[in-house]
């Protein structure tokens, strides 16, 4: 199949992803939660979650030989390093601790998960594509809905300008190496991968962060 033909078909089960979560948006977006505690419990989360696509982002460099994905991917380790900063400030300005927080068993399959993945199209597909497409469109419905405090909101306008790169540059890179059937097929995986494990956490999240189980 056609690289750039290839990366449409893999967008496509993603953005269905997105649109399962119109009608019943997850803790994960901010907008069912009815109160600061559930709020900031969301918020250490993600928190979490900016510091170990950091970590994965720097992890992969010395084992990325193309230049200019190993380029893209310091820059994203940098720029989810901000993200955390951004986080962490707003959680201690609330007088919470962002690091009193452990995480959900479905978030730590999710990431090791992607840690496991050792090829360069397997990982821009699982961790950026598939996983930062859906944080960005989460993050567009957090700051489009009037139930989010703009509290919450603030430091997710700058991150928003980020993410939104994170998820549209792996599509370039897709379809300059993803390439043969053997390379698609694998990437496809990944995305699959990624969407079982990401609807594991968003499930695992609305448990924990409205009161109702230990993960
Ligand atoms: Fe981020
Ligand atoms: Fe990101």
Known sequence: ????????????????????????????????????????????????NELRAADLYGTWLRTTPELEVKATMAESAHEEMTHAQLLSRRIRELGHEPFDYKPLPAQIAMFNAMEGLNDTCERLAGLSLAGETVAYYLIQM??????????????????????????????????????????????????????????????????????????
């Open 1 to 48: 199949m056609k690289s750039d033909e290839f990366v449409q078909e893999l967008l496509g089960p993603i953005q269905e992803f997105c649109h399962s979560l119109d009608g019943q948006p997850p803790a994960y977006s901010y907008i069912p939660l009815k109160s600061d505690e559930e709020r900031i419990r969301v918020m250490q989360s993600r928190l979490f």
């Open 142 to 215: 957090c700051l489009k809905s009037p139930a989010v405090p703009d509290w919450i909101k603030q430091p997710y306008r700058r991150i928003t300008e980020d993410e939104a790169e994170h998820g549209s540059i792996p599509q370039k890179f897709l379809t300059q190496y993803a390439t043969t059937p053997e390379r698609q097929d694998r990437v496809r995986r990944a995305v699959a991968m990624r969407m079982v494990l990401f609807r594991e956490y968003l499930a695992s999240l609305d448990r924990w962060a409205m009161g109702k189980a230990a993960w």
